[in-house]
């Protein structure tokens, strides 16, 4: 069993499977897990649309990178980085797509001080967000960008991340 | 002249509703509530495995799972009249008392304080004199002034930072807000800290259910969890010892700041228990079995019709005919093909959807019945049933409270003020502290039943040829939850959930009576129709639940300051 203070880093997506583009965050850590192989030092976990839940693990961590759908008047797949402070700001200004949003979990990270070293935030403009599963293929190409990055981010911060040889869907 | 509002959809609740309401001469005339999402797990459900069914059940919700998992098992064992080791029935009823502890202290806290707490006016307190008043009302150790002024700079910091995030939905400087400065110092710093705490009891729900939301160690006929005191990968002596560690934390809390914060609350608006009553036929359902057939049971319920204690009847198990031949529900106003009042074992699930209709169909949440009759259900029925039933514990905590209140209000008040929004706020609070005691019950029986040597989790179901019919009664934090269910050979041929928030939101029912959401409203003053923040009052006292994530839009823009296009 891997104690919580062992691991470093996080990559956490959020979003709702059922509200098509929403979806997205789950879809790239599922798809980055299957493809690369982590250390036991990063957790890799879909938040779906939990709240307070997911302060415990974004707790003390060096590394949170965050990827969601993030609606931000672009057009529909582009991938926008933002990081650190003004990482709350983004999510206050836009979509909050789940109940009690991800901002209120940053907020209350910021009041009780347990805010990580890095934060980084994968925002995904969406296109379709109508009741329904699965991406749009702008949403699909954007989601591959972001796979891109958060491997190259988790190798700069100095963890080792193996491919697994998986390119397939399924 | 009446004037119409419309809150939709109402933030800071688990799931979609829609309120509208007419106002007129400030005060609400008339009020509709409108579940604005579908739910159709019941069809999901048809032609399955029994066995099975709890997986999916729990999946209605992302908050309260635990609780559609656990009437979904025990629907089936009843079915198949099926006994449930000792050590399941214990091992069971700490989880879901650990589940309601985290669900009324995140209600109490997170998403019903900042309807009365003013975080903004927090930042104005006197540090020295917040801290003052807190070591006057308990010996809570977070009342440190070190504490209290750390909190207070962090709120300035994060306020000045221009992000109110997770207050954002706050109604600051509203009429209707009428605590000090100093009381709502207090409250933000307990809202801070309560964080902790829900975390430590949630992490007792997913040490014995092996996964927080949605458990993992349910079983139709017990539980997953092997027994065995020596070995590590089961639940061990140590881990139990852990989860009494933060059973006791957790206590603290609940005693020495949630128990005196909801006195100051319901002093400084002693006004909001003449509001919000509304509907007064009170239910609640017996929960904690302590034996393997379910017959006995820790914490008490019944029936209570008008709020009338003298008519008190007392229901003392779960398997009592009058719950099983009074449940009715009806779709007269629900978007449901045709129009029937049924019991839940002869529903069907058709789904109609015919636009937002005052006069005839306007929600997807059905209207249940009792004795014909609409009931509010949730911890004010379900406390003033144990109170009236003489459980020891709620009497204590109940007359506590009231004490309490008095003490601060400086008159006297007494269990009538409870049929009220600040009453059913209480209640929920005073639940809390019931449960956690019963925590302590449960933990000590499941320890002293190990060491009389029996470890059994698990009784194996036998399904038989033909139909049996099964109900799974629980007593959930937002009040009595039924999960019913018609076995054939062994599959499932209909199923049902009447779940609180569908008794407590309902619309109205086959004879237009009003659902206890909007009874609660009628009467209900509001200021200023523009920010109907007393409207929010009521609604939140139910801890509203329905059911599913689901998107809201914010219409704020403001731009994101540094943003790096891939």
Sequence with gaps: ?170 | MARKITIDPVTRIEGHLRIDCEVDNGKVTNAWSSGQMWRGIEIILKGRDPRDAWAYAQRICGVCTTVHAMASVRAVEDALKLEIPLNAQFIRNMIVGAHGVHDHIVHFYQLCALDWVDIVSATTADAKATAILGQKLSDWKGNSYQEIKAVQDRLKKFIGTGQLGIFASGYWGHPAMKLSPEVNLLAATHYLQALEYQRKINTVVAILGSKTPHIQNLAVGGVTNPLNPDSPANLTIEKLFHIKTLIDEVGDFIHQAMLTDVAAVGAYYAEWTKYGAGVLNYLSVPDMPMDTKGKVFALPGGYIPGGDITKFTPITSQKDKMLYDNIKESIKHSWYNGNWDRSPYEEETVPDYTGYDYDKKYSWVKAPTFMGKPAQVGPLPHVVAMYLAGHAPTKKYVDATLQGVSALAGTTVGIPALHSTIGRIAARVIRCAVLHDTLNVQWQALIDNIGKGDLNTFNAPVFPAGEQRGTGFHEAPRGMLSHWVVIENGKIKNYQAVVPSTWNAGPRNGEDALGPYEASLVGNPVADAELPLEVLRTIHSFDPCLACAIHLVDGKKTPITKVKVL
């Excluded at chain 1, 098509?20 to 790239?28: A, F």
């Excluded at chain 1, 850590?29 to 997911?54: I, N």
């Excluded at chain 1, 990580?116 to 403009?125: A, D, Q, S, W």
């Excluded at chain 1, 989601?143 to 991340?161: F, P, S, T, W």
């Design chain 1, 1 to 170: 069993m891997i104690e919580n203070s062992d691991v470093k880093a996080l990559v956490l997506g959020i979003g709702n499977l059922l509200i098509g583009d929403e979806g997205v965050g789950c879809l790239t850590v599922e798809a980055l897990s299957r493809r690369y192989t982590l250390p036991p030092s990063v957790e890799c976990v879909d938040g779906g649309t939990a709240g307070f839940e997911l302060l415990s693990m974004i707790d003390s961590k060096e590394h949170v990178i965050l990827i969601d759908a993030l609606r931000n008047d672009m057009e529909p797949g582009t991938v926008v980085m933002v990081e650190g402070e003004h990482v709350p700001k983004a999510f206050m200004a836009r979509t909050t797509p789940h109940q009690l949003g991800i901002c209120d979990v940053l907020a209350a990270a910021q009041l009780t001080e347990i805010m990580p070293k890095h934060l980084t935030l994968y925002g995904i403009e969406p296109k379709q967000m109508e009741v329904g599963i699965g991406l749009t293929p702008e949403v699909q190409a954007g989601m591959e960008k972001i796979i891109c990055a958060v491997v190259d981010q988790l190798r700069h911060y100095g963890y080792e991340v193996k491919h697994n040889g998986i390119e397939s869907e399924h």
